[in-house]
């Protein structure tokens, strides 16, 4: 599984790091096991990593718009997307302008600072 997740509920928090060959459909699934658990509207941080993932510029915009219908049916949490490499970060950017929604979202370099930021944002989902 090329995404690992873990949700902590106590927390209102989900960290997610996508490892190997992350595909659309490992997003997707990621996608669906938050929501199910109940965790769209929780912090989330996002660990891309220094290799981008599989996913082509069309299917991180189609993902993004993904989010923002999450978002027009309830709550989305604050976002940390953490890129490790430019072209990591590239890829967020292109997820990130997509997936514009009534929340905070930040990309950054390294997950310490990611999880500094997260923190000062409101976990209560409103």
Avoid at 43 to 52: N, Q, T, V
Avoid at 69 to 82: F, I, K, R, S, T
Avoid at 94 to 122: C, G, K, V
Wanted: hydrophobic share 45%.
């Amino acid at each position: 599984m090329p995404v690992h997740w873990t949700i902590s509920h106590p927390a209102r928090l989900v960290i997610a790091v996508g490892k190997d060959d992350v595909k659309v459909q490992d997003i997707e699934q990621y996608f669906t096991a938050v929501t199910t658990e109940g965790a769209m509207a929780y912090r989330k941080i996002f660990e891309i990593g220094a290799e981008p993932i599989a996913v082509s510029d069309e299917d991180l915009k189609r993902l993004g718009q993904r989010v923002v219908l999450y978002a027009q049916h309830g709550q989305v949490g604050a976002l940390a997307l953490v890129a490790g490499s430019d072209a990591s970060f590239a890829q967020a950017q292109i997820f990130a302008t997509a997936a514009m929604a009534e929340r905070p979202l930040q990309i950054f370099r390294e997950m310490h600072a990611a999880r500094r930021w997260l923190d000062e944002q409101d976990s209560t989902g409103s």
